[in-house]
């Protein structure tokens, strides 16, 4: 019986690692493909749903020929589970969009205010009342891969600040850091190729400090 089942097991290894390849990488590009939709990316969306398809027909054509092969089916298991993996993890690595990042403290907020605006996020701050006294209430949007420098932010001014993070769709106006800079030499190019591209309503404009200027509420607290 071992020496059966240990022959089976040689008999077209690369079959079995081609499916279990094929669907890993099926649902890695499916689950980029939704969070694409998501955040409204009409052509790269698309086009990975192209790849998506045309791998998954190739691997599940593969499995309902080897039916028989329970090998088959747990590579396709296999590579569905470890798909889904690789999909969250290297969308959190990407870091796409935005974050609104809300923040209350008990502590006067000025200083706080003063260094976000020091790192050229804009903030808009209120003063509440919690369930133990007044607070201060801080709201900020900042790019996802900024988020842990905020947040950085936020714990040594207070570790006891309470926060929450939520995903912003869209936003118009606003104040945010200016991007990083490029590789010398193409700035220009690019800049020239940006321009014969007409501006969305939602797009923050440049100003001239290197800050995304707009018509964003601030309301600067007591300092």
């Not at 470890?82 to 008990?106: C, D, K, M, P, W």
């Not at 509440?128 to 006294?133: D, F, I, K, P």
């Not at 607070?135 to 714990?155: C, E, H, M, S």
Request: charge should be positive.
């Amino acid at each position: 019986m071992l020496a059966q089942f240990a022959a089976s097991c040689l008999q077209m290894p690369w079959l079995i690692g081609f499916i279990f390849v094929a669907e890993m990488t099926v649902v890695t590009l499916s689950t980029l493909r939704t969070i694409f939709v998501t955040r409204g990316m009409k052509v790269l969306a698309p086009m990975l749903g192209f790849f998506e398809v045309t791998l998954w027909l190739v691997a599940i054509g593969q499995v309902m020929k080897n039916l028989s092969d329970f090998r088959c089916s747990l590579a396709f298991a296999g590579g569905f589970t470890l798909g889904n993996f690789l999909g969250i993890l290297i969308e959190q690595s990407l870091a796409l969009g935005s974050v609104v990042v809300r923040s209350i403290t008990h502590k006067d907020a000025g200083p706080l205010v003063r260094e976000l605006r020091a790192a050229s996020y804009g903030v808009t701050c209120l003063d509440g009342q919690g369930s133990t006294g007044p607070v201060q209430l801080i709201f900020t949007v900042v790019p996802r891969r900024d988020l842990p420098g905020v947040i950085a932010i936020l714990k040594r001014f207070d570790p006891d600040l309470f926060y929450s993070v939520d995903s912003l769709q869209a936003a118009a106006a606003g104040v945010s850091p200016a991007p990083r800079r490029r590789l010398p030499g193409t700035a220009e190019p690019l800049s020239a190729l940006l321009s014969l591209v007409p501006p969305r309503r939602d797009e923050f404009a440049w100003g001239p400090t290197g800050c995304r200027t707009g018509e964003w509420p601030v309301t600067p607290c007591r300092s």
